[in-house]
């Protein structure tokens, strides 16, 4: 079984979507993009114990919280599935409910094409729709899952699915955070709940538990204990006023309100993790221990269910090491049939195909779609295989990304940012704007990048030496960036030598005597020559530093100008945040309030960055 199509209507963060998926899926975007209500979304429709809770939904489960309309009329919200690779079990549970998905168009075969029923590219399908709404006579809210293709009865509903069919399809949900709190509960849902009731353990449990509670005698403690006199004390007052059954007997302390539904939230899990120490509640273990615990849960589970396990799960990466990340997204990839996972963590994002990663982007309205890697990559497979981790993981995630022609391009620009960042207060550091400079492998693979990040819909920028181009060269490289920017000069190292003063340059060569250069001569050689010195140091350590050592030691004046110039052009499109206003104790006369100082003068704005003019 597995998820093949999903719409999405007036629920949560998304006013309006359709998702296409061919296996498992790999949620990526912006935060509140909708990664997580698509996850709820199918729970809604899917998850056997969703639609118990009371109410099923609540105001913010509806987009913008709209459930009524301005003449007060009920806007319902809608969840629609289609189940493909469909169980033996479902398909003759309901066989009039079977339509067909044809693979290839992917679409649902409409009125007059059941001649294509047996096409090797149609399969049969199940669609089931939640509809939530407000039922303004009751003050409710109200939500139902229905089969989509079913006729109306009398009430003018369509047929509803059973929580049993529900339970068949093996849909588990795990939302991030509450994985530990819920996980190894026994509340209504949880893993430990679901396993459970998979292995038939919980027949009789709650009676007998209940049972041999209330036969604990005394209930609690002893007669000696420190309690037992201040109970018979409070029960003899409380005779004073109404009459007890049983003198000297009616005041109990048990350990639970001895209720089914008090004991799931009551009984806990314990459990000992260092030598020495005693068994502790699951929920004060380390936060890496209660994921790698829900990751053995959910093994159990799917070994009990092997072939029948629909997964979503948020943030597989909280709190945990690398390694123990990587195991979970082979997991739920390996030992699922589909699973859905939303993360920003780059360990698990490249355990997954291009194809199963899907980029989600929303516009002003609220409608939000995706597009997978491998829909819109230009990029060679071993390229992308190669810079995986930190292409998806940072760029993708952010508002824009540099890519520069190789790795002295990106060490000289983070320390050239981090200078400036340093002389000047008024400019937004590159990782809080969300900018990461990305590096390739040289020339050739600038526009397929470009094109990739741009697909995306982030912001690009180009930094590389001064090409030469043919028309469609040059073209095709101008389309693939924002900003395009090309140095005057052939190689990194040419630039720093050029238009850093001789004297830094000097500086720079003198540390890097001490730091074992022997060639660097005790006395100062002319211009040229230092600057040749350096131009061969800094081209025979590609990669070891030395570009950003000299960098280090430049005062603001001294930095590079084509490389400060084009940061310019980042900084001025993420500009520093306007920072709030200070607060002050009523009457220190700090601030009127009005945007002018103690003694009424105007404060001064930040001054606006010279943005330096990019190629083309």
Not at 112 to 122: F, H, K, Q, R, T
Not at 253 to 261: A, G, K, M, N
Not at 270 to 287: D, I, S
Request: with cysteine.
């Amino acid at each position: 079984m597995r998820v093949t199509r999903l719409k999405i209507e007036n629920f949560r963060a998304i006013a309006e979507a359709e998702f296409l998926f061919q296996g498992h899926a790999l949620l990526v975007g912006t935060n509140n993009v909708g990664k997580s209500t698509i996850c709820e979304a199918l729970d809604l429709v899917l998850g056997p114990d969703r639609l118990g809770r009371r109410p099923p939904v609540e105001e913010f489960d509806f987009y913008n919280a709209s459930y009524l309309d301005v003449e007060g009329n009920p806007i319902p919200a809608k969840v629609e599935v289609v189940l493909v690779d469909l169980s033996e079990e479902l398909r003759l549970a309901c066989p009039t409910h079977l339509e067909y998905w044809h693979k290839a168009e992917k679409r649902l075969l409409g009125a007059g094409e059941i001649d294509l029923a047996a096409s090797p590219e149609v399969e049969p399908c199940i669609r089931l729709e939640t509809v939530a709404s407000y039922k303004v006579e009751d003050d409710e809210f109200i939500a139902n899952t229905y089969f989509c293709n079913s006729a109306l009865n009398d009430d003018g509903e369509r047929e509803r699915i059973s929580k049993r069919l529900k339970q068949s399809i093996g849909f588990l949900y795990l939302r991030t955070l509450r994985t530990g709190s819920r996980a190894l509960s026994l509340e209504r849902g949880s893993l430990l709940d679901i396993i459970l009731r998979m292995q038939g353990a919980k027949t009789g449990l709650w009676e007998r538990s209940i049972k041999r509670l209330r036969e604990l005698d005394p209930p609690i403690g002893d007669d000696a204990s420190d309690i037992s006199p201040i109970l018979k004390n409070i029960e003899a007052r409380l005779a004073q006023y109404i009459p007890l059954h049983a003198p000297g007997d009616a005041t109990k302390l048990f350990v639970s309100q001895l209720t089914r539904e008090h004991l799931r939230k009551t009984l806990s899990f314990f459990l000992t993790t260092n030598e020495g120490q005693g068994a502790v509640p699951f929920f004060e273990a380390g936060t890496g221990t209660l994921n790698t615990l829900v990751l053995a849960l959910l093994s159990f589970i799917a070994e009990a269910k092997p072939h029948n396990v629909i997964f979503a799960m948020e943030e597989p990466e909280i709190a945990l090491p690398p390694h123990t990340q990587r195991r979970i997204a082979n997991y739920l990839l390996e030992n699922t049939q589909q699973c859905f996972v939303t993360s920003h963590s780059p360990y698990v994002i490249e355990r997954f195909d291009p194809s199963q990663i899907h980029v989600l982007q929303r516009d002003g309205a609220g409608t939000v779609k995706a597009k997978s890697i491998g829909e819109i990559s230009p990029i060679k497979p071993k390229h992308y295989s190669r810079h995986a981790r930190r292409a998806l993981a940072e760029g993708m995630l952010g508002k824009g990304v540099v890519v520069a022609e190789g790795a002295t391009e990106v060490a000289v620009l983070n320390a050239v940012a981090e200078k400036l960042e340093e002389f000047q207060s008024d400019l937004w550091s590159l990782d809080l704007s969300g900018i990461t400079v990305f590096s390739v492998d040289g020339d050739g693979d600038l526009p397929p990048f470009g094109d990739f990040f741009k697909a995306l819909g982030l912001r690009t920028y180009a930094f590389c030496d001064k090409k030469t181009r043919n028309e469609v060269e040059t073209a095709k490289f101008k389309a693939a960036f924002d900003v395009p920017w090309e140095t005057e000069y052939k190689g990194m190292e040419k630039l720093l030598t050029e238009e850093i003063p001789v004297d830094t340059i000097w500086t720079y060569l003198s540390g890097a005597r001490t730091r074992g250069f022997m060639h660097v001569p005790d006395a100062r050689p002319n211009d040229d020559d230092v600057k040749k010195l350096a131009f061969d140091i800094l081209k025979s350590n590609k990669g070891n530093g030395e570009a950003a050592i000299l960098i280090g030691i430049c005062a603001e004046n001294d930095l590079p100008k084509t490389v400060t110039g084009f940061l310019d052009c980042i900084y001025g499109d993420f500009p520093k945040p306007t920072p709030p206003p200070i607060m002050t104790p009523e009457g220190d006369g700090s601030s009127d309030g009005d945007g002018s100082g103690a003694d009424g003068s105007a404060i001064e704005p930040i001054s606006e960055t010279v943005l330096a003019k990019p190629l083309g």
